[in-house]
């Protein structure tokens, strides 16, 4: 897949000195759905402002299909549709005259077949006479969806597009948004829903703290999002993993006192009761166990942990 964005040590610090984004570098490909994944205040708002040009740079560059988007901002800025968080729509307007409006903003000439085109994708077309004020909520963020595609962009950003919207709503807008891919769209969207990722993004990019941590096809992440823990406490600390235990990935925490089983949720069988019963047979007495599911939490740590010693 070719590339259609580049971002390059894309570094953003606001008035008084916050730094948002340190030295980003980011590659989306064309077509794909990528989704950055992180908690409130990673800067995904403000990366994907950054790229879009409604946010100023600070260090670095983002190129939109090899366009600067600061010095061809125009030719780059064509290319991106961008649906942010919040539902700004004029409440009184119907839904043609709102999409049009938007498609006017960039000069483009009138082309209401177009406009009736998008709409009939995103379920709207017999609405289109509709006030925005008598539609439901799935609906308003259609129309905040076909407003961003009436420019005829290639690329659409989607910031939080569920952010506090019902299950319902929120598989709803995953199929909008598969159908969208399907006729072409390259598509970023922003989550802090992991099920989100997973069920929409080809990869998943985790963004915390205003860097990106890794980029990564969705199945290999899922993978390692997959991995849980079994902490083994035990009545007596040990000085080695027992001999004979090769076939489980083991090491021993707390001085001894504490031996840590990995293993994978998604095969078939954790393993856990084969692993206490041979650990009994070696006359290992067990104290008390308990699980941990590896959490994004975790896999941040691990990644800055990972950094750390690289
Ligand atoms: N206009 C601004 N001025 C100063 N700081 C800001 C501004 N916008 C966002 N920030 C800060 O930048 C960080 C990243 O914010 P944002 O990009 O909105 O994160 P996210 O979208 O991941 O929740 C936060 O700490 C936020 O408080
Ligand atoms: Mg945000």
Partial sequence: MADIVRVEGLSKSYKGGFQALKHVDLTIREGEIL??????GAGKTTLISCI?????????RVLVAGHDNVTEYRAARSLIGLVPQEINLEPFETVMATVRYSRGLFGKKDNDAYIDEVLRQLSLYDKRDTQVRALSGGMKRRVLIAKALSHEPQILFLDEPTAGVDVSLRKEMWQTVAELQKRGVTIILT???IEEAEAMADRIGIISDGQIRLVREKQALMHELGRKVLRIELAQPLTEVPAGLDTYELSLAKDGAELVYTYDVQSDGTGITRLLTALAERGVKVRDIRTEQSSLEDIFVDLVEAEGQA
Wanted: glycine share 16%; aromatic share 6%; net charge neutral.
């Fill in 191 to 193: 989550t802090h829903y």
């Fill in 35 to 40: 989704a950055l994944l992180g908690p409130n």
């Fill in 52 to 60: 879009c040009g409604i946010t100023s740079i600070s260090a670095g």
